[in-house]
């Protein structure tokens, strides 16, 4: 849940730091910096002691620590990955099975389920996907390298808290290479914040709780200024020679004003006209999807303050409900690809002898520099990246070998 870029110097350093005679050493030192501040933190040094005083660093999020999917990926296939017909027909498994604590959910804070089971989807896959790195020495490691330490050090210090308060134990806090943990991927100051106990049972737990990680998140929604029963906004289409110069979700005007300027929903219907204020968002440009978002909208975009997020739990949150794709179409003629096809891309890659991996669906390093190396034995410019058009050439080899 925070806002990562990823320059070339990062990789230069994931690529040198673990092989530096003097990182061991710059993190020792680091860690005795860290034990002088734990007191000032409400930290007693036991703790500290015992969670902290072997940790090892993990050099490999240094790399990672500029990177953000949101940031870098198309649109197309960021969404084509996240909101597919499996998350669907997942997500609306799981609103029938926790259908009595979302519900008491909406009651007391005031988000629909939809919403919920979305960001749940998204964030850990119903929980299938909490990440594996230990939380101190991921937050240990960005403390002490790299940019935004100060950053780090903050949610360094509350993870130790939250491990000397007894809500989780140190063994179990395990996720993201920046710290994010549990079924909707709090930070630990965000967990420290908002997180609440709502099985009762006087422990706030993200990890082994469903209840306890739905309601909090919830929580975090009602507090970044959620509305209940309203929309997070809703897919329009433009009239001809619209001026894009009007678009952005933070240059918001009444819906009476767009509506002035001739724009209807996708399906053709008239906007309703009135006060609330909405913001004109075009994800890929105006030969794209477009969209008026209202003040939902941004209370999604809080969660982790990039726009292709808010949309993914957007549009996931409709599909749940009964909602159509959207109408419009993407500005490619190379589709991104759901998880059953990009499952199948890494099966066929293994299949003709190329080292894709395990065919989970994340395409993730391995899987693009198998990618690539098809790519290349295609003609084509090897950029690593899996759309409909690998998938199809891969499909045909495989007929043919």
């Known amino acids: 849940m925070i806002s990562r870029r990823f320059p070339a110097w990062s990789l230069l350093c994931a690529a040198l730091l673990p092989f530096h005679a003097d990182a061991q050493e710059s993190f020792a030192r680091c860690l005795e910096e860290l034990r002088g501040m734990a007191a000032t933190h409400d930290i007693a040094p036991p703790t500290f002691e015992q969670h902290v005083a072997r940790l090892e660093p993990d050099m490999a999020v240094i790399g990672l620590l500029d990177y953000q999917p949101e940031f870098r990926t198309p649109i197309w296939d960021y969404l084509a990955g996240l909101v597919d017909d499996e998350r669907v027909a997942d997500g609306r498994a799981m609103a029938v099975q926790w259908a009595g604590?979302?519900?008491?959910?909406?009651?007391?804070?005031?988000?629909?389920?939809?919403?919920?089971?979305?960001?749940?989807?998204?964030?850990?896959?119903?929980?299938?996907?909490?990440?594996?790195?230990?939380?101190?020495?991921?937050?240990?490691t960005l403390s002490c390298?790299?940019?935004?330490?100060?950053?780090?050090?903050?949610?360094?210090?509350?993870?130790?808290?939250?491990?000397?308060?007894?809500?989780?134990?140190?063994?179990?806090?395990?996720?993201?290479?920046?710290?994010?943990?549990?079924?909707?991927?709090?930070?630990?100051?965000?967990?420290r914040r908002v997180a609440v106990d709502f099985d009762g049972d006087g422990r706030r737990d993200l990890i082994d709780s469903i209840p306890d990680a739905l309601a909090s998140t919830a929580n975090f929604l009602r507090k970044a200024g959620w509305q209940t029963g309203r929309p997070w906004g809703f897919e329009v289409a433009l009239p001809p020679d619209f001026d894009a110069g009007l678009?952005?979700?933070?240059?918001?005007?009444?819906?009476?004003?767009?509506?002035?300027?001739?724009?209807?929903?996708?399906?053709g219907s008239a906007i309703e006209p009135g006060a609330e204020a909405a913001g004109l968002l075009l994800p890929a440009g105006e030969r794209g999807p477009a969209f008026l978002v209202l003040r939902n909208f941004d209370a999604l975009y809080?969660?982790?303050?990039?726009?292709?997020?808010?949309?993914?739990?957007?549009?996931?949150?409709?599909?749940?409900?009964?909602?159509?794709?959207?109408?419009?179409?993407?500005?490619?003629?190379?589709?991104?690809?759901?998880?059953?096809?990009?499952?199948?891309?890494?099966?066929?890659?293994?299949?003709?002898?190329?080292?894709?991996?395990?065919?989970?669906?994340?395409?993730?390093?391995?899987?693009?520099?198998?990618?690539?190396?098809?790519?290349?034995?295609?003609?084509?410019?090897?950029d690593g990246r899996a759309g409909r058009q690998v998938l199809e050439l891969l499909r045909k080899a495989y007929a043919e070998r």
């Not at 050090?153 to 179990?172: C, N, P, S, V, Y």
């Not at 739990?313 to 794709?325: V, W, Y």
């Not at 959207?326 to 199948?344: I, K, N, Q």
């Open 101 to 140: 604590t979302l519900q008491d959910i909406e009651a007391r804070y005031g988000v629909d389920p939809a919403t919920v089971v979305a960001v749940w989807g998204v964030e850990s896959n119903f929980g299938r996907n909490f990440g594996k790195r230990p939380l101190l020495v991921s937050l240990a």
């Open 145 to 191: 390298f790299g940019r935004r330490q100060d950053y780090f050090r903050g949610e360094f210090f509350t993870a130790l808290k939250i491990i000397e308060d007894g809500d989780i134990a140190a063994q179990h806090l395990a996720g993201s290479w920046a710290g994010a943990f549990g079924h909707t991927q709090f930070m630990p100051s965000t967990f």
């Open 302 to 382: 809080s969660y982790n303050a990039a726009e292709s997020y808010a949309l993914a739990i957007a549009h996931l949150s409709d599909r749940l409900r009964g909602g159509e794709p959207f109408r419009a179409s993407w500005p490619t003629d190379d589709p991104g690809l759901s998880r059953v096809e990009r499952r199948e891309v890494q099966t066929l890659l293994s299949q003709l002898g190329y080292d894709a991996g395990e065919a989970d669906g994340a395409l993730g390093a391995r899987s693009r520099a198998a990618v690539q190396q098809f790519q290349r034995g295609q003609g084509l410019e090897p």
């Open 247 to 267: 678009a952005g979700r933070r240059n918001k005007r009444p819906l009476s004003e767009w509506v002035a300027l001739g724009v209807r929903r996708a399906d």
